[in-house]
């Protein structure tokens, strides 16, 4: 089994800051990439930033120079720090990694329950 559990969500004014964090556990043999997406009311889950187990990143246009992902190897971790928020990042936002379970496993998606987040004054 595998769990991810996201936490640091909540409510926050515009222009303010949030970090999200993520913690993978269970039967783990190697995680690869690891990202955030997240879901408004009424619209698809789209993702949000991504990180390959080779630290590179890759950003939604809509959060470049805001949001900045990181990941902790050795503690199976995944972090978001959100600056300048705005309104419009207001959503649910879900932790993803594709992790393999044994060696002789394939490697799968796995979510996380997801946490709120809302910008509002």
């Known amino acids: 089994q595998v769990q991810l559990v996201e936490s640091g969500g909540g409510l926050v004014q515009p222009g303010g800051s949030l970090r999200l964090s993520c913690a993978a556990s269970?039967?783990?043999?190697?995680?690869?990439?690891m990202g955030w997406y997240r879901q408004a009311p009424g619209k698809q889950r789209e993702l949000v930033a991504a990180?390959?187990?080779?630290?590179?990143?890759n950003y939604a246009d809509s959060v470049k120079g805001r949001f900045t992902i990181s990941r902790d190897n050795a503690k199976n971790m995944v972090y978001l720090q959100m600056n300048s928020l705005k309104p419009e990042d207001t959503a649910v936002y879900y932790c993803?990694?594709?992790?393999?379970?044994?060696?002789?496993?394939?490697?799968?998606?796995?979510w996380g329950q997801g946490t709120q987040v809302t910008v509002s004054s």
């Open positions: 993803n990694a594709n992790i393999k379970r044994a060696p002789s496993l394939l490697a799968h998606d796995y």
């Open positions: 269970g039967s783990i043999f190697r995680i690869n990439a």
């Open positions: 990180i390959p187990n080779n630290g590179l990143t």
